[in-house]
T-cell receptor, first 112, second 114 residues
Framework: SQKIEQNSEALNIQEGKTATLTCNYTNYSPAYLQWYRQDPGRGPVFLLLIRENEKEKRKERLKVTFDTTLKQSLFHITASQPADSATYLC???????????FGDGTTLTVKP | KAGVTQTPRYLIKTRGQQVTLSCSPI?????VSWYQQTPGQGLQFLFEYFSETQRNKGNFPGRFSGRQFSNSRSEMNVSTLELGDSALYLC?????????????FGPGTRLTVT
């Protein structure tokens, strides 16, 4: 069955450092992979989408990589700030419309 | 552009009752998906509607049902509520619902079953 694993439930880093979050998937080959941010008690917010033919994508302090051979995506936040503290969810998706599977998320805490 | 809205925001029901939740997508979005989020199970896909048709369904019992109206607004119904149905129910709208388009989530409905 399809499985998505995100690295350790919680990640604590110091302000200014780079946070790296991992998303591994097994038993399917997604054509796209999305990353979302979720704050407590609120719905997820879309951050980035990367396609299978793209190795890397950037948006401001965010960078996502997608390695279809390793079946892994890495999500980086550079120059992290306490405001970046949240849970980050990855969601690999294929071209089959409408069914999204989310990982359990990694909770990031950035300490001042 | 207005975001996704969900009503009600909070709901308390008794075991055995039924409940209907409502979701209004972003204007122009034709796909609406529903998710259940609990601390133990994470974000679980319930179903997705596109142009008034259920296009995808997750692994939930038949007590969970939904529909979509011609204006893309969607409702989700849970019958014969169980304690385990207590969760945050999120809806998300998307232009087409494919993996190539981001989903916009509403604030959710917090359902508590006692």
């Amino acid at each position: 069955s399809q499985k998505i694993e995100q690295n350790s439930e919680a990640l604590n880093i110091q302000e200014g450092k780079t946070a790296t979050l991992t998303c591994n998937y097994t038993n399917y080959s997604p054509a796209y992979l999305q990353w979302y941010r979720q704050d407590p008690g609120r719905g997820p917010v879309f951050l980035l989408l990367i396609r299978e033919n793209e190795k890397e994508k950037r948006k401001e302090r965010l960078k996502v990589t997608f390695d279809t051979t390793l079946k892994q995506s890495l999500f980086h936040i550079t120059a992290s700030q306490p405001a970046d503290s949240a849970t980050y969810l990855c969601a690999p998706a294929d071209t089959n419309a409408g069914k999204s599977t989310f990982g359990d998320g990694t909770t990031l805490t950035v300490k001042p | 552009k207005a975001g996704v809205t969900q009503t009600p925001r909070y709901l308390i029901k008794t075991r055995g009752q039924q409940v209907t939740l409502s979701c209004s997508p972003i204007s122009g979005h034709r796909s609406v998906s529903w998710y259940q989020q609990t601390p133990g199970q994470g974000l679980q896909f319930l179903f997705e509607y596109f142009s008034e048709t259920q296009r995808n369904k997750g692994n939930f019992p038949g007590r969970f049902s939904g529909r979509q109206f011609s204006n893309s607004r969607s409702e989700m119904n849970v019958s014969t509520l169980e304690l385990g149905d207590s969760a945050l129910y999120l809806c998300a709208s998307s232009w087409t619902g494919t993996g190539n388009y981001e989903q916009y989530f509403g604030p959710g409905t917090r359902l508590t079953v006692t």
